[in-house]
């Protein structure tokens, strides 16, 4: 079985009403994804499906956790997520789930659909704009103090270096 199939929800047999769905998300799911931001992750999932005549409206929620790299001292950290939003999906002759359109479509003879993108693409979108290890209690920084020396050398290291180029122009200056 395709490990991705647990995130099909049949809704064929539905009554026109709200219907709840529970999910779990954890570190397998995302090598489904490969190259994202997000390298794992611990997180539940909530979705609230609402059946009309010819659409369906998936209300998702994620709450937990997620594994990025940390932009500051370049370890992975433990992010918090918590992030909600709606799907709207209407049918038409073939399936197109690209997201930036007010609406997915979903090829109109399928009687199941796969949220499992969706998920993926809300864990992305709950993420902060800066990716850095929170601070602990005390409100100190939570990086990696010894990698972050590491890079802060090597950081004045490259700064020392002279550019060839420019010697050669102070030799001509002269
Ligand atoms: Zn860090």
Redesign the pocket.
Known sequence: MNYLSQYIVQFHGLDKNEHRFNFTVNDEFFEYFEDGIIKGGDFDVIMILIKKTGSLHLNISLKGSVQIV??????L?KQDIDFEDTVSVEFGDETNFDTNSECVILDKNKSEINISQFIYEFANFALPLQH??PDDENGN????VE??ELLNKHLIKEEEKTDPRWDALKELKK
């Open positions: 940390c932009d500051r001292c370049l370890e950290y850095y290890h920084s939570g990086c990696n990698m972050l």
